[in-house]
């Protein structure tokens, strides 16, 4: 295995609207769709779109939900033999109203509560050993928030096998910069580490500190990223926009694999950013995510565009 995601998969029910609701009020939804959605499931299912051997580390239920994210990961070609399947256990849902007019949404999540169980075993057979002989044997083990949690469980340490990389939308007191070779926050995250500093400066004395690469993502404004002797800023590429839902985990995925395939800073958030906006003409996480070749046309489209 190239790639193993290490966090959440969840099963989602998504509502396209014309607006928010009012208290009380009842709307008719433009779109009403079901899927796979979670930050570590939407990164591997776009790793493997864009040709990467991926596996998922992850945990589910024995109820339907849960049927329906190892069929969405196997579908999509992640292998999924290490995603635990507890007995008992419901799922994580979650409930997504997007707002057409605000390009915005709302999202009401159930989170999988047998987390502590989620390296004890898998749907294939597999045990707490074979996911973290699988880890240390890949190239890149990729972290979500919740994956964090499951780090010392799989034994995997920075300099000492796989690069690590993490995508952290919020900040949490365990998180060190200096035990990932990819730090992926967002800005806000970056704002609260470094209080009063511009992202972009902030971005580059964390990676020079740390000696590794930082990625920030700025939303709507593209992604910045640093070694810590150069600042590399790309701004988001314009496209058709459904839903921006899971783009930020698009994003993460996409932006492994370029530097798996061995592509350099600057090329590899330019290729991610464009993934990423190419993710956001479907509205879920994953199903418009492009292939090499769709992302290939897209960037010889905007090039001729110039």
Excluded at 115 to 141: I, P, R, T
Excluded at 264 to 281: G, H, K, N, Q
């Amino acid at each position: 295995m190239e790639v193993i995601c290490v966090g959440v998969a969840t099963w989602d029910t998504i509502a396209l609207v014309p607006r928010f609701p009012a208290p009380d009020e009842r709307l008719v939804a433009e779109e009403l769709r079901v899927a796979i959605g979670g930050p570590a499931a939407i990164a591997a299912i776009t790793l493997a779109r864009l040709g990467v051997k991926v596996g998922l580390v992850a945990g589910v239920g024995d109820d339907r939900a849960g049927q329906q994210v190892l069929q969405a990961l196997s579908d999509a070609g992640v292998d999924a033999k290490f995603v635990r399947v507890v007995a008992g256990a419901s799922t994580a849902r979650s409930i997504v109203t997007v707002s057409s007019d605000t390009d915005s949404r709302s999202i009401v999540n159930k989170p999988f509560a047998a987390a502590d169980q989620v390296v004890k075993g898998g749907a294939g057979g597999g045990s707490a050993g074979a996911a973290a002989k699988a880890a240390a044997s890949a190239e890149w083990v990729h972290f979500d928030h919740f994956g964090w949690q499951l780090k010392s469980d799989l034994a995997i340490n920075r300099g000492e096998g796989p690069k690590i990389s993490l995508d952290i939308g919020y900040l949490t007191r365990d998180i060190k910069v200096g035990e990932v070779d990819l730090y992926a926050p967002t800005a806000e995250v970056v704002q609260q580490q470094r209080a009063g500093v511009n992202v972009a400066t902030a971005v580059k004395e964390m990676a020079r500190e740390n000696q590794n690469l930082v990625v920030a993502t700025l939303g709507s404004r593209g992604a910045v990223g640093s070694d810590g002797e150069q600042i590399i800023e790309v701004a988001a590429f314009d496209t058709e926009v459904v839903s921006t839902l899971g783009a930020g985990d698009v994003f993460h995925g996409a932006l492994v694999a370029q530097f798996q395939q061995g592509r350099d800073l600057r090329e590899a958030i330019t290729r991610a950013s464009a993934v990423a906006a190419l993710s956001c003409r479907g509205l879920d996480g994953s199903s418009a995510v492009p292939d090499e070749k769709r992302l290939e046309v897209f960037l010889q489209d905007v090039q001729e565009k110039g």
